[in-house]
């Protein structure tokens, strides 16, 4: 059995639900001024409206007005701007 799915068993069992899991996407909403997301495998699209992110667990979407990427690097990017809504989608979601 790999890492990663004993740190997942082990959160369960522990209930560490609000602990992030190594590997998995992690994304912190900063009031509605930027959203940071961890553990990417890059973006997907890119507008002054929207930005679509892929990860492991499939593609976050934010969405709102001026959106930048003010930093981007291999382990994490940040999103600012005046965010309206943040959005989980299933790999199946976007083709993958």
Known sequence: MGNKHLF????????????PIPGKPLV??????AVLIENHCGVI????????VKTKGGCIC???NRLV??????????I????RNVELRGRQSYGE
């Open 28 to 33: 912190e909403i900063v009031g509605e001024r």
């Open 45 to 52: 699209s890119y507008s002054p409206d929207a930005v679509a």
């Open 62 to 64: 934010v969405y709102g």
């Open 80 to 83: 600012c701007g005046t965010i």
């Open 8 to 19: 997942e068993r082990v959160a369960r069992a522990v209930d560490l639900s609000g602990e």
């Open 69 to 78: 990427l003010t930093k981007m690097s291999k382990e994490q990017l940040r």
